[in-house]
Antibody, heavy 119, light 111 residues
């Protein structure tokens, strides 16, 4: 059974760095073909893909947020970590991690974690 | 402004058929990248509904079907039920952006 769960602060201040952790089970990110994405949804807006990390440690980022994002993995802990620098109120959103399958579909998702950016 | 274009809303009565379109460009759907569809109920995790244009994951009713042609894709829902009321998103890959792209989402209202 594949599960993913996001964790991190519910509230961050403007200009701070956000660190989110995705803890998963039911698969290994050291297995060929496995990938994990981070996706967010701001209130009233669409899903927005942020970043992805692959089993071979390849990393991919949203073009518009690339300079602010870092994704990493700890295979031994079954965790993927996303950091986002210089947080702004427009970054207020529910952040999801999701497993990405071989045809780039997101087949399993976490429940999401709401992050509010405030002064 | 999302890279993939969906209608903001669609509606239908119980039992009816509705379709949701997803229009892309030559750098995503038109290049041959697969289209995937998700159902998103408020406060829950998005659920994969259709993958690789036409395929249903195990457990998804056959009332849901997908198609793709050229630079567009469509999700069809037949036998509409109240529980289908949700937001629906299409997703593909964009070669010019080198990343995953989502549609703007479509809210389905069951009248």
């Amino acid at each position: 059974q594949v599960t993913l769960k996001e964790s991190g602060p519910a509230l961050v201040k403007i200009t701070q760095t956000l660190t989110l952790t995705c803890t998963f089970s039911g698969f290994s990110l050291s297995t060929s073909g496995m990938r994990v994405s981070w996706i967010r949804q701001s209130p009233g807006k669409a899903l927005e893909w942020l970043a992805r990390i692959d089993w071979d440690d390849d990393k991919f980022y949203s073009t518009s947020l690339k300079t602010r994002l870092t994704i990493s993995k700890d295979t031994s802990k079954n965790q993927v970590v996303l950091t986002m620098t210089n947080m702004d109120p427009v970054d207020t959103a529910t952040y999801y991690c999701a497993r990405m399958g071989v045809v780039y579909q997101h087949d399993y998702w976490g429940q999401g974690t709401l992050v509010t950016v405030s002064s | 402004q999302s890279v993939l274009t969906q209608p903001p809303s669609v509606s239908g009565a119980p039992g009816q058929r509705v379709t949701i379109s997803c229009t892309g460009t030559s750098s995503n759907i038109g290049t041959g990248y697969d289209v995937h569809w998700y159902q998103h109920l408020p406060g829950t995790a998005p659920k994969l509904l259709i993958y690789s244009n036409t395929n249903r994951p195990s457990g998804v009713p056959d009332r849901f079907s997908g198609s793709k042609s050229g630079t567009s894709a469509s999700l069809a829902i037949t036998g509409l039920q109240a529980e289908d009321e949700a937001d629906y998103y299409c997703q593909s890959y964009d070669s010019s952006l080198s990343g995953v792209v989502f549609g703007g989402g479509t809210r389905l209202t069951v009248l």
